[in-house]
T-cell receptor, first 114, second 117 residues
Framework: AQSVTQPDIHITVSEGASLELRCNYSYGATPYLFWYVQSPGQGLQLLLKYFSGDTLVQGIKGFEAEFKRSQSSFNLRKPSVHWSDAAEYFCAVARGSTLGRLYFGRGTQLTVWP | NAGVMQNPRHLVRRRGQEARLRCSPMKGHSHVYWYRQLPEEGLKFMVYLQKENIIDESGMPKERFSAEFPKEGPSILRIQQVVRGDSAAYFC???????????????FGPGTRLTVL
């Protein structure tokens, strides 16, 4: 069965500091990988996605993520965090090329100190 | 192009009542997904629908829950005889048909927050 693990429930960083949010997945074949961001009371916005090709993916708002097959990981990074990045971040996995259900991690809540 | 629309945004029901949640997908999107988010948890898949067809309902509770996506009109998630444990945020997502741009990306609505008293 597919599963997604986000080991960090809550992360606090200072504004301007670098950020890395961890995501590990369990899936036999090459997955489709996503990172979403959710602001309080809002829906989910797609930050970036990986399907194939270059394992370093660039997204919106200065975020990037790297797919590492050997580690079954898809960690999200940002070199310099802004206060507006405070939100909850979800990693998600889909199976293969036929998009159906997404499997979500439980999320990482990011707090940014000024 | 308007995004995915959900209404109501907030819904309060007493135990035993029915809850109807509506989702209008983005224009041109023919696939709809429903997810439930319990407090302190990630989103859990419930059901995947195309117009007039349920593709995958493996995440739907066996009783009291149903979903439809008619030929015309929004998708409806219906919860009969609600209980306190149904209190959650319910999110709808949509995607375009296969073969079109971004067909493998789901676009999410703002959610409906259901509170059962």
């Amino acid at each position: 069965a597919q599963s997604v693990t986000q080991p960090d429930i809550h992360i606090t960083v200072s504004e301007g500091a670098s950020l890395e949010l961890r995501c590990n997945y369990s899936y036999g074949a090459t997955p489709y990988l996503f990172w979403y961001v959710q602001s309080p009371g809002q829906g989910l916005q797609l930050l970036l996605k990986y399907f194939s090709g270059d394992t370093l993916v660039q997204g919106i708002k200065g975020f990037e993520a790297e797919f590492k097959r050997s580690q079954s990981s898809f960690n999200l990074r940002k070199p310099s965090v802004h206060w507006s990045d405070a939100a909850e971040y979800f990693c998600a996995v889909a199976r293969g090329s036929t998009l159906g259900r997404l499997y979500f991690g439980r999320g990482t809540q990011l707090t940014v100190w000024p | 192009n308007a995004g995915v629309m959900q209404n109501p945004r907030h819904l309060v029901r007493r135990r035993g009542q029915e809850a109807r949640l509506r989702c209008s997908p983005m224009k041109g999107h023919s696939h709809v997904y429903w997810y439930r988010q319990l407090p302190e948890e990630g989103l859990k898949f419930m059901v995947y629908l195309q117009k007039e067809n349920i593709i995958d309902e493996s995440g739907m509770p066996k009783e009291r829950f149903s979903a439809e996506f008619p030929k015309e009109g929004p998708s409806i998630l219906r919860i009969q005889q609600v209980v306190r444990g149904d209190s959650a945020a319910y999110f709808c997502a949509s995607s375009p048909p296969p073969g079109t741009g971004s067909y493998n990306e789901q676009f999410f609505g703002p959610g409906t927050r259901l509170t059962v008293l």
